[in-house]
């Protein structure tokens, strides 16, 4: 009879240990997820999700630039990531592995060409034929029946201390690899400043609806004065 309660305390204490080892495990290797970074970051009121897929960089007409910022990085592999003119698919890179630069390596892209108009992208070393693109129609075919697959969610910030505008979350991998992916969104995390999802107006397109306002209300002004 004593053995048995010995056997049985002893099984009881290996389970509770497994529990704790295992409880353990998991509470190391849990990522945080998309929402409890945007939230952790910018405030649960202060983000929203978009569908916004090309930015427009801000700036003077010389020079358009944005400024991309890692938030997040958790990926298994490197994964290569960059802008890319939109106009031209002409890709730049901005950092080799962002899980190198975790959070606040700041990168300027541009100078961009007149459309000003470009997008995010990841090249995940997992599939290296494959480079996924805030624009889902650019992406490789995958999953069943086979289309190009959302690998990049945007949220745009909307308030909070920090003078952020969008927000663009990578999933890096495919729903085709052995083990498929997990649609977390969280891979890689680029912040974007200076980033608009508008077309930034010309000056001409601005000074010359001015300047026909200004002209009218001088002529008016004028022909005011002649009656008195
Ligand atoms: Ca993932
Ligand atoms: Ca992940």
Not at 24 to 42: H, P
Not at 109 to 114: E, K, S, T, Y
Request: with cysteine; glycine share 6%; hydrophobic share 35%.
């Amino acid at each position: 009879m004593k053995t048995k309660t010995k056997k049985i305390f002893s099984l009881s204490v290996l389970v509770i240990l497994c529990i704790a080892v295992f409880g353990l495990v998991g509470a190391v290797s849990a990522e945080d997820s998309i929402e409890d970074i945007l939230n952790t970051r910018y405030g649960s009121e202060c983000w929203q999700n978009t569908t916004v897929e090309t930015f427009y960089a801000t700036g003077t007409s010389s020079s358009y630039t944005a400024t991309a910022i890692v938030v997040d990085a958790q990926c298994g592999y490197t994964n290569p990531t960059g802008w890319y003119d939109a106009t031209t698919l002409v890709k730049s890179e901005l950092w080799h592995n962002p899980k190198d630069d975790i959070c606040g390596a700041a990168k300027p892209i541009g100078p961009l060409g007149a459309s000003k108009d470009f997008g995010l992208y990841i090249e995940p070393n997992e599939n290296v034929e494959s480079t996924y693109y805030t624009e889902t129609s650019l992406n490789p075919n995958e999953g069943t029946p086979p289309t190009p697959q959302l690998h990049a969610k945007v949220y745009q910030i909307t308030c909070g201390p920090i003078d952020a505008d969008y927000v663009v979350a990578f999933e890096d991998k495919s729903p085709d690899d052995d083990t498929p992916w997990d649609e977390d969104y969280n891979d890689v995390v680029i912040e974007l400043r200076d980033a608009s999802s508008e077309p930034i107006p010309e000056f001409a397109t601005i000074a010359i609806p001015a300047i026909a306002v200004l002209g009218l209300f001088l002529f008016s002004n004028k022909r005011k004065h002649k009656k008195e």
